[in-house]
């Protein structure tokens, strides 16, 4: 079982390009989230989807876009990559309020932009 | 918008010392869940909270729901070296809202 599975692990881009985190659970969850971490700063959350086809926008949106693609992924996407994107991303999921609400997270992805 | 604080930010304890971190909101929440970070890896799910007042163990930690549902407090006992960490809480609001967001965390370091 896989739980939640990020990709890349580990990214170094130039100020300036794009990219796309890919992440994808097995989990039948309804609700995704997307995270960025920052020494000192906690879990900040950037988007979150409650379901496929809705998306909504978190605590640190400005510079990202995302995607519920399906029930199974959410993509996050940098348009134009700044060095103050410089994070470690993590995504999670989590079924619907009323069930059992715990929320699984992946490994992360550590992002550099130079 | 909510306001969340986490205290103590870190803390530097000895092995067998007892641990106590809180978090209190402006807000009131449904669910209170603890996490815990181990370097490199995500978070991992320690207790769930889910009723005002409601006092839960999970071995040597021990948390508990405040009964006014804008805070709560998470105990370790008997601190050992796995217990190294970050340490978060996150509040859930009630159904139908699916934003979870989490403190700024507690680092705990054990000093040999």
């Known amino acids: 079982n896989a739980g939640v599975t990020q990709t890349p692990k580990f990214q170094v881009l130039k100020t300036g390009q794009s990219m796309t985190l890919q992440c994808a659970q097995d989990?039948?969850?309804?609700?995704m989230y997307w995270y960025r971490q920052d020494p000192g700063m906690g879990l900040r959350l950037i988007y979150y989807s409650a379901s496929e086809g809705t998306t909504d926008k978190g605590e640190v949106p400005n510079g990202y876009n995302v995607s519920r693609l399906n029930k199974r992924e959410f993509s996050l996407r940098l348009e134009s990559a700044a060095p103050s994107q410089t994070s470690v991303y993590f995504c999670?999921?989590?079924?619907?309020?009323?069930?059992?609400?715990?929320?699984?997270f992946g490994q992360g992805t550590r992002l550099t932009v130079v | 918008g909510q306001q969340l604080n986490q205290s103590p930010q870190s803390m530097f304890i000895q092995e067998g010392e007892d641990v106590s971190m809180n978090c209190t909101s402006s807000s009131i929440f449904n669910t209170w869940l603890w996490y815990k970070q181990d370097p490199g890896e995500g978070p991992v799910l320690l207790i769930a909270?889910?009723?005002?007042?409601e006092l839960t163990s999970n071995g040597r930690l021990t948390a508990q729901f405040g009964i006014t549902r804008k805070d709560s407090f998470l105990n370790i006992s008997a601190s050992i070296p796995s217990d190294v960490g970050i340490y978060f809480c996150a509040p859930r609001a009630n159904f139908g809202n699916e934003k979870l967001t989490f403190g700024t965390g507690t680092r705990l370091t054990i000093i040999p």
């Open positions: 909270l889910y009723k005002a007042g």
């Open positions: 989990m039948n969850h309804n609700s």
């Open positions: 999670a999921s989590s079924a619907r309020q009323g069930q059992n609400t715990e929320a699984f």
